[in-house]
């Protein structure tokens, strides 16, 4: 579908299209009322603004009905038929995981349930199921506040994800690069630092706060920080990089569990924050 197809649909037609990158009604509907988008980068950015401008905790939990526990597309296929398609592959790399590894994610799950009342959400593309376990455990240590506010992320994640299959052209003709973006290279064995839990903190209530939890890929890199569309207000903010878990993962010792680095965001231009590791020592720059 192109952008001019969608502006041209009726209310009833844009709403069955734009249900499946976010079932929130809130956010469909006002989706709609923006209409008709003057360019692809236009809807970007006004599918964020609605996101965290409109909406509210009631609507974060809706939309976060539309997605499966992970590893579980069934559970979607009979309440959002046409959703559960865009799950499975979502999801594709769940399939391939050992049955450990499916029986942990199961138990987080429910965990993760008992403990918000929602399904852990993650933007799950390109990650393992060890990196989502990974990524669960750790969420699993926030207070309900600050779980909904990196859940709300997630999804988000995916919404932008879901509107570029919609909509044809969408990922040529729009920037979907992340605000902020990070990079781990292991210095003492010349390796970039995979796997390794990346937690971005801002300052709310005078208190540092997650806003997103990530995990290294096989490059050291993570490069959805952030969805698209969403831009740090200038402010201080902080990367906690989870160096004991990856240290202990690769049979090294580490002096230091965890590396922190503050930077200062001031523009939208692109911020990327590498860090160079090794056991008895760290070092960090702005990137490009």
Same mark, same amino acid.
């Not at 199961?106 to 852990?120: R, T």
């Not at 990196?131 to 988000?156: G, K, P």
């Not at 932008?160 to 992340?178: F, H, P, Q, T, Y």
């Not at 540092?208 to 952030?226: A, E, F, Q, Y």
């Given at each position: 579908m192109t952008l001019t197809e969608l502006n041209n649909l009726s209310e009833k037609e844009a709403f069955t299209q734009l249900e499946q990158c976010c079932v929130s009604k809130t956010w469909v509907n006002k989706m709609i009322a923006s209409r008709p988008f003057s360019s692809e980068n236009e809807l970007i950015k006004k599918a964020a603004s609605i996101w965290y401008n409109d909406c509210s905790v009631e609507d974060y939990k809706e939309a976060f009905t539309g997605h499966p526990k992970i590893g579980n597309v069934e559970s979607l296929k009979e309440k959002f038929v046409h959703t559960a398609e865009w799950a499975g592959n979502e999801q594709s790399k769940v399939a391939e995981a050992n049955i450990k590894t499916i029986e942990a +994610?199961?138990?987080?799950? *429910? +965990?993760? *349930?008992?403990?918000?009342?929602?399904?852990?959400?993650?933007?799950? %593309?390109?990650?393992?199921? &060890?990196?989502?376990?990974?990524?669960?455990?750790? !969420? +699993? &240590?926030? %207070?309900?506040?600050?779980?909904?506010?990196?859940? /709300?992320?997630?999804?988000?994640?995916?919404?932008?994800? !879901? #509107?570029?299959?919609?909509?044809?052209?969408?990922?040529?003709?729009?920037? #979907?690069? &992340?605000? #902020?973006?990070?990079?781990?290279?292991?210095?003492?064995?010349?390796v970039p630092a995979k796997h390794m839990l990346i937690? #971005?903190?801002? +300052? !709310?209530? $005078?208190?540092?706060? =997650?806003?997103?939890?990530?995990?290294?890929? $096989?490059?050291? !890199?993570? &490069?959805?920080?952030? =969805? =698209?569309?969403?831009?740090?207000? =200038?402010?201080?903010?902080? /990367?906690t990089f989870n160096t004991a878990n990856y240290y202990k993962n690769n049979n090294q010792n580490g002096f230091y569990p965890e590396a922190s680095i503050q930077f200062e965001v001031t523009d939208s231009s692109h911020y990327h924050i590498p860090l160079l590791i090794n056991p008895f020592g760290y070092s960090t720059y702005r990137g490009s």
């Open positions: +994610l199961a138990k987080v799950n *429910e +965990l993760y *349930e008992d403990k918000f009342d929602y399904i852990f959400i993650v933007s799950a %593309n390109d990650k393992s199921a &060890s990196d989502m376990l990974a990524i669960a455990y750790s !969420r +699993l &240590s926030h %207070n309900a506040d600050d779980e909904l506010f990196v859940a /709300m992320n997630e999804q988000h994640k995916i919404t932008v994800i !879901r #509107l570029a299959k919609l909509i044809e052209g969408l990922s040529e003709n729009v920037d #979907l690069s &992340s605000h #902020l973006t990070t990079h781990a290279l292991d210095t003492s064995i010349g937690t #971005l903190k801002g +300052l !709310r209530d $005078n208190q540092w706060k =997650p806003m997103s939890v990530g995990i290294t890929n $096989n490059d050291g !890199r993570i &490069s959805d920080v952030l =969805p =698209p569309g969403r831009l740090l207000i =200038p402010g201080v903010y902080t /990367m």
